[in-house]
């Protein structure tokens, strides 16, 4: 029995992939709200959506109770949806939702299978790694691709990254084995504004997918938010002494040697 419960299959135009996971590859939230951002940009259909039985704990990841505005008492259940937003150059197919908690073969097989069928010939996963970066330069942004010269052509910092995966990394595994052309993005997020939303990483990561996909995104608003988020912590260094001779040293250092948990 298949998990994916398909609720249209539209004909897609030269469909794109861009998949993101909040979980243990999403610092400061910044994947997830890169794809978030995306689907606000333009109208978003649902396609489909896993069941959450096979792939999730419930003590870990629980549903949620919310109120309609009859006041009727729903459930939202965790799970990953597969959304399209039609935009003038191309189609473009959203994966996202929370990281499972098991059955990763049979949750990414099934995944894979279902890009597959809908026609996506390039994958883009986005992911976001805590770093030893400042918030005042340019969010760095790592990136590897199973396209020869992608990563020269585009300016990223070749990830060498060995060791413990995400969903993230097994995904890209998988499209790349079902000859789906994928590159996987990740930003570096300050480890001291790594426990809330940090909107340059968002803004960082959809700037690279614009360029390396040539989709016509409109990150005013995201931009607005980075910019004032920025102001934000300037503001609140300039009352801490010891914090702002901190960022003064990581801005001399530069980035880090850490690639992401890819």
Do not use: C
């Amino acid at each position: 029995m298949n998990s994916l419960e398909w609720i249209v299959r539209p004909q897609l135009r030269d469909p794109i992939a861009v998949l993101a996971f909040s979980g243990w590859g999403d610092a400061g939230d910044s994947s997830s709200d890169a794809a978030r951002y995306l689907l606000k940009g333009a109208e978003a259909e649902t396609m489909g959506r896993f069941d959450s039985d096979p792939f999730f704990d419930f003590q870990v990841n629980r549903p949620v109770v919310s109120l309609d505005e009859d006041g009727v008492r729903q459930i939202t259940w965790p799970t990953t949806e597969l959304l399209v937003v039609k935009l003038p150059e191309r189609d473009v197919v959203v994966v996202m939702g929370e990281e499972p908690n098991y059955n990763w073969k049979l949750f990414v097989g099934e995944l894979s299978s279902a890009l597959v069928e809908l026609g996506v010939k390039a994958a883009i996963t986005l992911g976001a790694f805590v770093g030893q970066v400042p918030h005042t330069l340019p969010v760095p942004v790592v990136g590897s691709s199973s396209s020869v010269g992608m990563i020269a052509n585009h300016g990223l910092l070749p990830s060498r990254y060995e060791g413990p995966t995400g969903i993230v990394g097994v995904i890209t595994q998988a499209l790349a084995n079902r000859q789906i052309e994928t590159t996987s993005l990740w930003a570096a997020v300050p480890h001291y504004l790594s426990n809330q939303t940090y909107p340059p990483g968002a803004e960082a990561l959809l700037r690279k997918l614009i360029e390396i996909t040539g989709l016509d995104v409109d990150l005013g608003v995201l931009a607005a938010r980075s910019a004032e988020f920025r102001q934000n912590i300037d503001a609140a260094l300039d009352e801490s002494d010891e914090l702002a001779d901190y960022v003064r040293q990581l801005e001399a250092e530069g980035l880090d040697s850490e690639d992401p948990g890819e």
